[in-house]
Every structure is written in structure tokens, then in C-alpha cells.
């Protein structure tokens, strides 16, 4: 039904980056943030399948960059989301907000985007227009908390390399370390002894790093720990 609804409209022409058929829609006036069935703009569409060319000429006739889809997507979240960064970095260039709460589905910023379909690229792009590497969700939960607790090394490294603090807790006072620990991921947690993590920094429980991966046999992990100093295993009452 939808690609019933793109037929002859501007909307199709910039889905297939269909050059001379969107120079012949503006030529003829179309509205350009003209939504199609599924509430995208033509911007929208452009921006989730990387046609740069197509992005442009719709930018350059005044398509307003933060307009895309009903429901919350921008034009830079879906380019972030699928790791279109020549779309995203004309975006930005154009006035798209780096860091916007509204950019995305349900209030997420560009870069969650980003790293949730472990684009490095888009990461990247996001941080050096400005995205706050500590964002972090109404649990106190940061990305590269999240990226620590599932072993996404790259994603961690790149976010603690553009200022992303490196003993930030969720709501319970566990750190990056004590995730990392938890959950047995050693690049992790040799990634953030590295960075200088607070080695004996317990949850709000009393619990350490240390009793995490002794707790769930991480022993690698208790090991890196120890050599880091490591002396607290419980520092609750």
C-alpha cells in the first residue's frame, strides 16, 4: 500500500535517488516535507537509503532538515541508525542538531542510534559535531555503560577517547568496571583499567568489582583486578 501511495510522487523519486524525477518535482512546486503513507518526508527517505545527491537537492531547495517521519525519526536518527555518515554529515553541515532528544523514536539522541546498530562511523561523526558522549537513559544508564555491560569493546573505546567518564554509575552506584566484571567481558575491563577506573569503587550494595567476577567465576577479570591493586571484595556493613 505504501509503495502505491510513493507512486509519481516526489516521496519515490527520493527513495530510488531518482535524480531527474526530483528536479522535475521541484520544478513543479511540490510541497517538499510531503509526507507519503508511512508519514515520511522525501528528506526521510533519502537520509535512510545514503543518497547523498538526492539529500542535497531537497536541502537545497529549503527542505527543513529536522522534519522526517511521524512518530519521532528524524532525517540524521535514520541516517545515524542505518550508517549513512555522508548523509549524516551533510545533515549536520545543514543545522541538524547532533544532540537532539527529538531526533529519534521514543526520545533517543543520533548516536544510541548509532551504536545500537554498532555503527562506529555514525558514532563518530555524532561526537566530533558535539553528541555528549556521557548521554545516558532515565536509569542513570550511559551508552558506554551499556557498551561495557555487553562487551562492545570498540564502541566503549571510542566513546571513553571523546570524554565519556569512565567510573559513571547507573542508579544502583555500579560502574562501568563492576558491569564489565559481571558480565566476564576482560577486553572490557583491561579497556578501562587502562583508562583508570576506580579499581575498589563499590555499588550501592557494598559490592566491588572484585566480588563481582569472583561471584560469577570471571577469573581472568578477578586477576586483571588484582594486579590493579584490587583489595575490597565487599564493603557493605
Request: include cysteine; proline fraction near 3%.
Amino acid at each position: 500500500r505504501i509503495e502505491t501511495e510513493r507512486k509519481n510522487t516526489l516521496a519515490l523519486a527520493c527513495f530510488h535517488a531518482d535524480l531527474e524525477a526530483i528536479r522535475s518535482f521541484l520544478q513543479q512546486g511540490v510541497e517538499l516535507d510531503q509526507e507519503d503513507g508511512s508519514g515520511s518526508t522525501p528528506l526521510f527517505l533519502a537520509s535512510m537509503n545514503g543518497h547523498v545527491d538526492a539529500a542535497c537537492l531537497l536541502l537545497d531547495e529549503g527542505a527543513p532538515v529536522g522534519k522526517g517521519r511521524a512518530g519521532g525519526w528524524s532525517p540524521l536518527g535514520i541516517a545515524c541508525a542505518c550508517g549513512n555518515v555522508d548523509v549524516a554529515a551533510l545533515l549536520l553541515d545543514r543545522g541538524a542538531n547532533s544532540d537532539s532528544a527529538n531526533a529519534c523514536i521514543y526520545g533517543n539522541t543520533p548516536i544510541l542510534f548509532a551504536y545500537q546498530h554498532r555503527n562506529l562511523g555514525a558514532m563518530r561523526l555524532c561526537l566530533e559535531r558535539g553528541a555528549d558522549p556521557n548521554w545516558a537513559n532515565e536509569e542513570g544508564a550511559s551508552i558506554v555503560y551499556d557498551a561495557c555491560k555487553n562487551g562492545y569493546v570498540d564502541a566503549a573505546r571510542l566513546l571513553l577517547d571523546n570524554g565519556a567518564e569512565v567510573d559513571r554509575a547507573d542508579k544502583n552506584c555500579k560502574t562501568l568496571l563492576y558491569m564489565a566484571c559481571e558480565k566476564g567481558h576482560v577486553d572490557a575491563v583491561r579497556l578501562l583499567l587502562d583508562k583508570g577506573a576506580e579499581v575498589d569503587r563499590a555499588a550501592k550494595d557494598g559490592h566491588t568489582p572484585l566480588y563481582a567476577a569472583f561471584k560469577n567465576v570471571h577469573l581472568d577479570a578477578a586477576l586483571m583486578l588484582l594486579k590493579s591493586g584490587a583489595k575490597e571484595v565487599d564493603q557493605a556493613d
